[in-house]
């Protein structure tokens, strides 16, 4: 037989985790639910399978839920075995679960549970089963995530004020088993920081416990944990380390000052924040936001080369209709989204995928189509919030920026609507959108796009011309004067968001000016590994010294010490300064075009498709092996094919 | 200060108890959930109100969820009290609940909730908050549904072979609590016939039982218990009664043979199916079914005249979009829920209903629309249940009874959008339809509807036919025709079901022939008064005799003994018989048009509006004294208007 494994209707997994994990907030004490719309999983769901036994047996339905089997005609009870004799039989299985979602498991000789089955939400529409290659024994429970965990041994516990101080060394995230005297009360405080930890009144996570409370504390983030009070020093204290053993594909090395330590940090952070879903950071709100997520799915592509938590968290962001706001309630995060499927399916070539979430996805597209203005125009809505970055931008009328994801996300849905093979009538809409932003939003005297033609101000920022570049929304002399105007040029307002960064290193790579990117990396990350951090922060400002450095949206220990959004260096490394970049779908034709910047010498591997690249650099030569076949090398001027596992030695010219 | 209410969103708490009541189907020993999408309540909720304090003090925010309070920017902890300063104060609570529904109450001389909060339900749109009478004190819970109890004592306890069977002398819905001695393991038979008791396996709910079971068992319909196996007379069994303490606003008295006792087992038979909705029958599926919560609302406006248990049971059929499949799967319930909402506004005037409802009413409208075909006909679509009735009628194509329920939803939504101030595309659309289905259905060589145009057989059923004239699609010589060829001809296929029967007795007595449905009631309700029942059943055969009576659906108990639709007498008898009907929005207005019909004397009092009207029959003389103003007699002829309070004596000519 073939391997069983718990199945559920496609989605609900990640639905119920997702709501799990946007209920779990906590600040000051308090719960904190997320502030949008989170979709719960359905009560109730069919699952059907034809299937003939070669001989008389039996089989049983476990489930955590209720319900009941129909074999053909006959109703027979979950959990007890059921007797069939050899033939062929139709077998359904109702189920309901009022706490979590419905899901299955059969394992036996006639009969097993797998992708083979089809599901249904009772909406007369048969799927595949979803499942989970983690669950695939009858004492497996989908509703608790698999995590794996592993105990943490603190590098110094001390002495405080009525208490102790537990150090772990470097960022962690974990539950937190402890044993609590009868005669004791204490309070555990969280810190990021130490100064955290020894500030109870203004630390994010703190809880006042008994020996009545659950001895296991949920999962948080934490370096340090402070137990104060009565008995305190009486107080048992293991902390576990929660993570998911996802294995790194991409690697570097190099003898630049510092840089294998960025790339160490940068990978750290990254996985931290590789849980259920991709989070933006493990402190603080631990909701998952698309703006983030996208970053994380193409760092993830290139540190992984995994989509499982990429596809999990688009479903999570996906959600379910009707959509009554914008993803995160952010206009440019529901375009994000829509992009990212696109991008995914790009990346992966995983078709199934697009199946599986197409009806949202389209559902999510007409929802953005029903708050445009008569333009055609993204503009802000009752409940919308017009995000784009923390920056000063002009977001008077339609916003320019707006407008160019929105011009992408109708090109992803034109790609995607070929490859569901549908009738396009995205692209139209797309190239309506360009000539309208082209003909509102360009300012010829500027050589540039302005935020807004409403105010009059013709304001211009990094970020939108940015994006304008990155998109592809300009070429050739016009592409030229928005590198001129609003990349390199020091005119125009600083971004001063990591998360926004990543996008500004990404346009001034694609411009050619790798080593500008790599100069920023050394004094911002280099920075920060200089401050003594453990993973990458939030924010950086070098002029801040000390606990300054800990505080953000006006609170002193409001800032995350653990953000995925700086993990952004393994994706300008892989991407550029490795120079590996898929061509095609899937990865299965790929080019090879490193730029060495200001490195001497490095060695990385980078995954890409089914196989790795292993691109070697001392200067002036490269060296490039590829596993798998479809790759080109290209030095700038010439494309060299790559034989798969061939090592080819080029010498880079402009190094 | 104000009476304290448990607030929710509205909506959820039928949501919610509706989820729970769909997935308590049990069947043969099976836990069997409802086979159509059942929705679910939101996990969090936006609770604000801004209050105005007199002077220093403190509330609580009792809930038994979790969340936050925002006081102004301040964070503060549910469940604890919360202090606050004199003066005015913005309050936002924040509320997740996993297992049930998000809700609170607030009781302080400060501060209360009721409906003058908002509620959101994180879509940036506030609306009133929701709440039920029956939890105004901390320690209600709005999960628990507020029925009331009343201890049942056995007619008899009579010993049966290996154990006890218990009589309650009629039918009854309710827990039961069981004591099982720790050596006893026995079997719990549920029979609404002694039959059914003492038929384990052929009885639709059974259980096995020992010691460690739960000692309350969930609430069930039966009038006998069957207690068996080893240590059964060891066992005590308390039977309750569970039910709504709701009030008959409707009484009938005659001297006519029996009619009282069928008033009366028609009023027993609606109260038993009248719990958190109406149901169709207590003991088998207990679901909650538009077609027969359709015939339901009727009565109940006369029974009760109480809009509480009509507005639970729109609200929780309405569920929630997106909507992917058809009310109870059946397209004819679709339009019946749309109708019933015009109806319930049309009765009672409650345009705050209508406003809560309507976003879902729009919804399901749009999905009618979304599955009609190319010349605006319903249609069977994927999925879809032509139901009308379970007779044979001809569903080849576009059947006929779907397009006259179509034409009254489309005019239903006219009239709807009408009172809620939107523009009318509906009526246009009603139009549209009526042309169409006299050019495509009327049969001018029979004189009647055919039910498809499609198959070419021309076949002409009552069903189609009655709703015609129910919902006036047709007027003068028309109607006459289809009275003449469809009502009383016995040439056509007799209506084999008291579902669709009722409508036929409305239809004889709008056409005039009250007599022909007087005889029809003393025949049909006689007959199972003589056989014995205790409630009206689901269907009776007078050429049935003994257990016969009790088999349906392939099953020998598989009928229900206790089914609302069973209770249409009321109806007739307070619409025709005292002739009661209200002719303004919410009985402001209303007719007195006694019909008498073979009865010689009567006297009954009929609800209308916030008012009753008495109506006491002793041929040839009607007296009718109308408690409010907005009356007028009516004897065929002549109309005289009725004052509050005052007795008028009229001479009925016909009878």
Not at 469 to 482: A, F, I, P, S
Not at 503 to 530: F, H, I, K, P, T
Request: proline share 5%.
């Amino acid at each position: 037989m073939k391997q069983a494994k718990w199945i559920w209707y496609p989605g609900e997994f990640e639905c119920f985790h997702h709501m799990l994990l946007s209920m779990r907030r906590q600040e000051k004490g308090c719960d904190y639910p997320c502030v949008w719309p989170v979709a719960r999983p359905e009560v109730s769901a069919r699952f059907q399978k034809t299937f003939t036994a070669e001989r008389d047996g039996s089989f049983t339905v476990v489930t955590h839920g209720k319900g009941m089997v129909r074999l053909g005609n006959a109703l027979r009870r979950v959990n007890e075995p059921i007797a069939v004799k050899a033939g062929t039989h139709e077998l359904v299985v109702e189920l309901f679960d009022l706490q979590t979602f419905p899901s299955l498991f059969i394992d036996s000789g006639i009969l097993t549970t797998d992708e083979s089955w089809t599901a249904e939400r009772y909406d007369a529409k048969q799927v595949s089963a979803a499942c989970e290659p983690a669950f695939c024994s009858a004492s497996d429970d989908p509703s608790v995530f698999p995590f794996r965990y592993r105990e943490l041994t603190p590098v110094s516990v001390e002495p405080i004020e009525n208490g102790v101080l537990y150090d772990f060394g470097q960022e962690q995230f974990g539950p937190v088993d402890i044993t609590i005297p009868a005669y004791a009360s204490i309070t555990l405080v969280y810190g990021e920081s130490r100064e955290e930890a020894l500030d109870p009144d203004n630390a994010i996570i703190r809880e006042t416990l008994s020996s009545s409370d659950a001895p296991t504390r949920p999962g948080r983030a934490f370096r340090y944990i402070a137990v104060s009070g009565d008995g305190a020093e009486d107080v048992r204290l293991q902390a576990r380390l929660e993570y998911l053993p996802i294995e790194d594909k991409a690697s570097f090395e190099s003898d630049e000052p510092g840089l294998n330590d960025v790339w160490a940090l940068c990978a750290r952070t990254f996985h931290l924040n590789t849980r259920e879903f991709f989070l933006d950071g493990i402190k603080r709100d631990r909701w998952v936001w698309s703006g983030d997520a996208y970053q994380s799915f193409m760092i993830s592509r290139y540190l992984y080369n995994d989509p499982s938590v990429t596809e999990r968290t688009i479903t999570a962001l996906l959600g379910k209709p009707p959509y009554r706001r914008h993803v995160n309630t952010i206009n440019d995060y529901s375009a994000y989204l829509i992009i990212s499927v696109w991008e995914h399916y790009e990346a992966t070539g995983r078709l199934a995928f697009v199946r599986r979430v197409w009806e949202n996805v389209r559902a999510l597209y007409d929802f953005i189509l029903s708050r445009l203005d008569e333009n055609g125009f993204a503009v802000r809505r009752d409940g919308d919030w017009i995000f784009v970055d923390w920056g000063v931008l002009d977001k008077e009328g339609p916003v320019c920026f707006e407008q160019i994801v929105l011009w992408q996300a109708h090109r992803s849905m034109a790609r995607l609507c070929e490859v569901m093979g549908e009738d396009d009538v995205y692209t139209a809409r797309a190239d309506a959108l360009k000539e309208k932003i082209l003909r509102s939003f360009w300012d010829e005297e500027k050589g540039a796009f302005i935020d807004s033609f409403t105010s009059g101000r013709r304001f211009v920022t990094r970020q939108t011309n940015i994006f304008a570049l990155l998109y592809g929304l300009v070429q050739g002399e016009q592409k030229r004067k928005v590198i001129e105007n609003a990349l390199l040029t020091p005119d125009l307002p600083a971004i001063t968001t990591p998360y926004f960064k990543l996008y500004e290193l990404l346009a001034l790579c694609e411009a050619g000016e790798v080593a500008a990117a790599q100069d920023y990396v050394a004094s911002y990350w280099g920075g920060m590994l200089r401050e003594g951090a453990t993973s990458v922060w939030e924010a950086y400002d070098p002029t801040q010294t000390g606990s300054e450095h800990y505080a953000m949206y006006g609170s002193p220990y409001g800032k995350s010490l653990c953000h995925a959004w700086g993990s952004g260096p393994i994706l300008l490394l892989c991407r550029y300064v490795a120079g590996v970049k898929p061509t095609g779908v899937g990865g299965k034709t790929f080019r090879v075009a490193p730029a060495p910047g200001s490195y001497r010498a490095f060695s990385m591997a980078v995954p890409v498709g089914d196989g790795n690249i292993v691109v070697t650099y001392d200067a002036p030569t490269v060296t490039v092996c590829a596993s798998v076949p479809g790759g080109v090398f290209f030095d700038g001027k010439t494309e060299t094919p790559l034989k798969a596992g061939k090592t080819y030695s080029f010498t880079l010219s402009g190094s």
